[in-house]
């Protein structure tokens, strides 16, 4: 089955609390971009879960997908005249294909191996972007190019880009919920509670793994298409493993093991970022301390703390 009808109840209502942002934000004293950001970050992060809570396996290079994917809408737009319908899923395409390609090569590490390796090729991509001054930009970043329209209809006013990015948003919520509940995602489980079971029942383990990486990679593309075109502007800090380390936290702090923690995560990521960045422009260190505060005291995060608390 792909949808539980809880799961459609649970979406649906997920749904309507963020399509009434728009009217909602502006009169709280936030804006609908920060909306918008949300759920950029909530894709980033529902689909890098699919690999760290699906599998168990911890990347720290998924920013070179979120950015390469960032980049490349850019110079479509900018260099190719691409339509926007044809930028992003171009783009996207170009994440899948990398993550197949560095995935194939590093899947079969384990571990801190793992981590490590994707590192260095999320680094690669970085110092890439930062040096590569005539397609890039180089530090500057790439300007130039505006989101204009999308199928007949003018997405440069913020609220109507909210509502393409709702439609991602929404899509990613419908397909990775189907993912989980299908056998696929099944054996994903089966691998993160015990590897050694699961190959000894005959699966293909670094396929199953292979696979995640590559799915997980494609949504962090479409994240980093949609967030530079919400900024109009792409730069090498997307592509930095730093970025990969904030999908990592908005797991922690929603919980990997619900389906709907790396959004909460998402939300209070950035809720508390703009919140102490108001305060102070060093908002990092404070918001790390909150990252091993929940990592000492709740892993399983807000969601796995309430749901805990409902079963005492």
Do not use: C
């Amino acid at each position: 089955m792909m949808w539980t009808g809880k799961d459609l109840l649970r979406i649906a209502a997920v749904a309507a609390l963020f399509a009434a942002l728009p009217a909602v934000l502006p009169r709280v004293g936030s804006s609908v971009p920060v909306g918008t950001e949300i759920m950029i970050w909530g894709i980033f992060a529902t689909g890098y879960n699919i690999l760290l809570g699906g599998t168990g396996i911890l990347s720290f290079g998924h920013a070179a997908f979120f950015g390469l994917s960032g980049y490349a809408t850019g110079l479509l737009l900018l260099k190719a005249n691409l339509p926007l319908p044809a930028a992003i899923p171009a783009a996207v395409a170009m994440s899948l294909l990398a993550a197949f390609l560095i995935g194939a090569l590093i899947i079969r590490k384990r571990g801190i191996y793992f981590a490590m390796l994707t590192i260095a090729f999320g680094q690669m991509f970085y110092f890439i972007a930062s040096q590569w001054n005539s397609v890039t930009g180089g530090q500057d970043g790439l300007t130039g190019f505006k989101r204009t329209g999308f199928l007949g209809v003018d997405i440069r006013p913020e609220a109507n880009f909210f509502y393409l990015v709702f439609a991602f948003f929404l899509l990613t919520l419908l397909v990775v919920r189907a993912l989980m509940n299908s056998s696929i995602g099944r054996t994903l489980v089966a691998i993160r509670e015990n590897i050694h079971r699961a190959e000894f029942l005959g699966i293909d383990v670094k396929k199953y793994q292979h696979f995640a990486f590559v799915v997980s990679a494609t949504f962090s593309g479409l994240a980093g298409s949609l967030y530079v075109l919400l900024l109009n502007f792409a730069f090498p800090e997307l592509l930095n493993w730093k970025t990969s380390g904030d999908a990592v936290l908005m797991s922690v702090i929603g919980g990997m093991r619900a389906f709907f923690g790396p959004l909460l995560g998402a939300g209070v990521f950035v809720f508390l970022r703009d919140m102490i960045s108001t305060l102070t422009h060093h908002w990092a260190l404070p918001l790390g301390a909150i990252f091993v505060t929940f990592v000492l005291f709740f892993q399983k995060g807000i969601l796995g703390f309430f749901e805990r608390g409902k079963e005492r």
